[in-house]
């Protein structure tokens, strides 16, 4: 059964601590896969697509990476404003991860 | 053409009452999806449309549940005989479909709550 899967719930960082967050799928013929962020009381927001393996995308303190059966969100040197839920997705498949939650303390 | 619109952005209604949502998507988006998240919880997939047609519906849409997009453009979710179980965040998405692969572009939501 296609699935996506995303770790840890919860991440709580101390400002300027770099970590990742991983989003592992077993969807076969992968097209696409799409992180998004989302603020309380909010629609998700766009971030990257990725299309293949090894592919990787840079915006601001975000990178996100891609093998054959995961994805990585690495936050370096976060801010307390990246405080929010990352959500991941894979296109043509309308299933979303749980999301992770993350507050960066100041 | 901002983005995805969804109205109302909040909507308190006792149990059994029912509710209708509407969603504009973009103009130029051909697909258009409605999801529900609770508290906690990724986004859940309800049902979407390419164009008029709905291709395709969640096994979470009850009978009670129902969507039309009439003319391919804005798209109406109602519940009927609302129970407390449907609050959520009800989140119209809108993507264009036969161009490649296209991202998800998401409304602002409207909050249910079943009292």
């Known amino acids: 059964e296609d699935q996506v899967t995303q770790s840890p719930e919860a991440l709580r960082l101390q400002e300027g601590e770099s970590s990742s967050l991983n989003c592992s799928y077993t969807?076969?013929?992968?097209?696409?896969l799409f992180w998004y962020r989302q603020d309380p009381g909010k629609g998700p927001e766009f971030l990257f697509t990725?299309?293949?393996a090894g592919e990787e995308k840079e915006k601001e303190r975000l990178k996100a990476t891609l093998t054959k059966k995961e994805s990585f969100l690495h936050i370096t040197a976060p801010k307390p404003e990246d405080s929010a839920t990352y959500l991941c997705?894979?296109?043509?498949?309308?299933?979303f991860g749980t999301g992770t939650s993350l507050t960066v303390i100041p | 053409d901002t983005g995805v619109s969804q109205n109302p952005r909040h909507k308190i209604t006792k149990r059994g009452q029912n509710v209708t949502f509407r969603c504009d998507p973009i103009?130029?988006?051909?697909?258009l999806y409605w999801y529900r998240q609770t508290l906690g919880q990724g986004p859940e997939f309800l049902t979407y449309?390419?164009?008029?047609?709905?291709?395709?519906k969640s096994r979470l849409l009850s009978d009670r549940f129902s969507a039309e997009r009439p003319k391919g453009s804005f798209s109406t979710l109602e519940i009927q005989r609302t129970e407390q179980g449907d609050s959520a965040m009800y989140l119209c998405?809108?993507?264009?479909?036969?161009?490649?692969?296209?991202?998800?572009?998401f409304g602002s939501g409207t909050r249910l709550t079943v009292v």
């Open positions: 998405a809108s993507s264009l479909a036969g161009t490649g692969i296209s991202s998800y572009t």
């Open positions: 969807v076969s013929g992968l097209r696409g």
């Open positions: 990725l299309y293949s």
């Open positions: 997705a894979v296109e043509g498949q309308f299933y």
């Open positions: 103009s130029e988006h051909n697909r």
């Open positions: 449309f390419q164009n008029e047609a709905q291709l395709e």
